[in-house]
């Protein structure tokens, strides 16, 4: 069966009837207005969506209004961002919507051209402003829709070239609903997360399985086609928790470009082959002399998408009292509370909180 203009219609029909039967509830539906589902949508990027809840209910409590964040000092947003990676999002939606709320009196535009000039929007987050909050006919293509797309329509294009994702825009543009888009993409996206997973997709139960060439030969698992060539750059460091005096603790500031820029960490070298010699990496590195145990407190692992972290983490007492690089000071734990530290960091001062006080 082709194509035609009935088939498109009973798959509108089909796909939004489901969604809007079936779809979760979630905070950033409780409404369309556009400041909030552009701060979801940037949340949601490679972010699952338990994990997305909690810091969109505690973003909009921190940033009720659109002005409200835009004026924020970074530090704050990097706080409200903490431990959902990819600090650059955050930096790029602050940027613009400062535009928006300077140059165009706090509306997001309406029009694909416009809000693809605002720093940080791509094609997908364009997509899903604009057929959810405004209602426009435009796709919004993530991983949850190629993966549903791919099946549907048997699309065996690397997913992992930027050419493919114009194939599934171009793919879905005669399929979009024109009169509820956002229920539309929405549904394709629901139904990517709980039906049409990438493993054991439930065909029979999919509101679309009538329509899956994937499915009626039996090779839903075969799409979609995704060749990872990158390799992953493995980095071994060695970080040092630092207690001065009875509270405090010596952190550092990184750098305010490159990776995780502008967060906090603790005091960290490239890892050394003995205990003496990192000792000796610490001092020539920040000028603070320690005194620490050889074995380390813990190791963490962290997965980046272009490299792997593997951090020794060591608890140590500061010999020198007065860290002598500007980049670093000392702070109480009531005050570190209200710095932004990575996720390694976050996990690396629990593994210490478990210890407690170094004697």
Excluded at 100 to 114: F, H, I, K, N
Aim: aromatic share 10%.
């Amino acid at each position: 069966m082709e194509w035609n203009e009935e088939k498109i219609i009973a798959f509108r029909s089909a796909l939004v009837d489901w969604y809007e039967a079936n779809k979760r509830v979630l905070p950033w539906r409780e409404n369309t207005e556009p400041y909030r589902i552009w701060v979801s949508e940037i949340m949601l990027q490679q972010t699952k969506v338990d994990t997305v809840m909690p810091y969109f209910d505690r973003f909009m409590t921190w940033f009720p209004t659109m002005r409200d964040f835009a004026e924020a000092p970074e530090e704050r947003i990097l706080k409200a961002w903490e431990g959902l990676g990819y600090y650059s999002r955050v930096r790029n939606l602050q940027a613009a919507m400062k535009t928006v709320v300077t140059e165009m009196d706090g509306v997001v535009p309406s029009d694909l051209d416009g809000i693809l000039a605002l720093k940080g929007v791509g094609p997908y987050t364009a997509g899903a402003v604009l057929s959810i909050a405004y209602a426009k006919p435009e796709p919004a293509v993530d991983g949850n829709v190629m993966r549903v797309i791919s099946r549907i329509l048997e699309i065996d294009d690397d997913i992992m070239k930027q050419k493919t994702r114009k194939r599934f825009e171009a793919a879905l543009y005669p399929l979009i609903d024109p009169e509820k888009p956002g229920e539309f993409n929405q549904g394709l996206m629901e139904i990517g997360a709980l039906v049409c997973t990438p493993k054991k997709p439930m065909c029979l139960i999919c509101p679309l399985q009538e329509f899956c060439e994937a499915h009626k030969v039996g090779k839903e698992e075969a799409y979609p086609v995704k060749i990872k060539k990158t390799k992953v750059k493995k980095v071994f460091l060695s970080s040092a928790i630092v207690q001065v005096g009875v509270d405090q603790y010596i952190v550092e500031q990184r750098p305010d470009t490159g990776l995780l820029a502008n967060l906090w960490q603790f005091p960290t070298v490239e890892l050394t082959e003995n205990h003496e010699a990192m000792k000796l990496a610490f001092l020539q590195k920040y000028g603070v002399e320690l005194e620490m145990k050889a074995d380390p407190i813990a190791h963490v692992k962290h997965i980046f998408s272009h490299l792997v972290w593997e951090v020794d983490v060591f608890a140590a007492q500061a010999i020198t009292t007065q860290p002598s690089d500007l980049k670093l000071k000392s702070v109480t734990k009531s005050e570190m509370e209200h710095l932004a530290f990575p996720v390694p960091y976050q996990k690396m001062w629990q593994a210490f909180l478990k210890g407690e006080t170094i004697q």
